[in-house]
């Protein structure tokens, strides 16, 4: 008996017409459905008429759960991984599934759907050819900070997940890490109702969303340009590593590493 295919399928963010007609077929073909939410999956599949039994698969429980689904993959039957809403594995659950089947032997396949973090590059205008995609940021304030220090110099476009409860004081924090002047799009409920697209300058935008109670409500991205890839941003960046290589090592070694990595001239460095 052949091993069966796990595929990995995308459903909607919001607007239901985003499931694809593929995605629906395979949904009713396979022997199982393996989902974050087993309730709230189960509402999608009523909607859309699918019967297929869904097994609970969730943070806690995905290691016990991939050796389950992988034996059923082994003795044959395919099955299928949903996350609550867009692609499984991004920002959500399934990678150690997925790590289990392939190295099991098992064909993982993908059928492609929403995603909010591209859905949100797709429509932001800010340079797309290059980003670096950042998730959620840490809850604790702190470690926010310090994530998104180390962010600073970034030149790529950089896309956050983030939440209702923490949206305002994200945005603040990114002010202050990035500068009042960089420019940012923040995306609301894509393809929902109230479906929002904002920019301007992070300090802007802060002051949109705190003008304005509704622009705190429902689920966001958050990009932001990245930094200038100019020699002023180059040397900003090169002394804030200087400073922190040198708490470590003597300045000659400090400098020559600092400029190696962010590409500042050594000599402008050096005992900076
Ligand atoms: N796997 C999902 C994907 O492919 O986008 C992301 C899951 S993650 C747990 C949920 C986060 O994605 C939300 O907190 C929000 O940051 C973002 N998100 C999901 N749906 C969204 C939407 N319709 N509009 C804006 N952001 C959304």
Known sequence: MPAGTLFIVATPIGNLGDLTPRALETLRSVAAICA?????????????????????????????????????????????????AGTPLVSDPGFRLVRAARAAGIK???????????????VAGLP????????????????????????AGETRTLVFYESSHRIAESLADMRAAFGDDRPAVLARELTKLFETVLDGSLANLLAQVEADDNQRKGEFVVMVQGAGDDMDARLVEGRRVYALLNEHLPPSAAAKLAAEITGAPRKALYGS
Do not use: W
Request: hydrophobic share 40%; charged share 25%.
């Open 108 to 122: 993982v396949s993908p059928l492609p759907g929403a995603c909010a973090a591209i859905a949100a590059l797709s």
């Open 36 to 84: 974050e939410d087993t309730r709230r999956s189960g509402q999608l599949m009523s909607h859309f008429g699918v019967s297929t039994p869904l097994l609970a698969l969730h943070e806690h429980n995905e290691d016990a759960l991939s050796q389950r689904v992988v034996e059923r993959l082994l003795a044959g039957e395919s099955l299928a991984l949903v996350s609550d």
């Open 128 to 151: 797309s050819d290059r980003f670096t995609f950042e998730g959620f940021l840490p809850a604790k304030a702190s470690a926010r900070r310090e994530t998104l220090q180390r962010l």
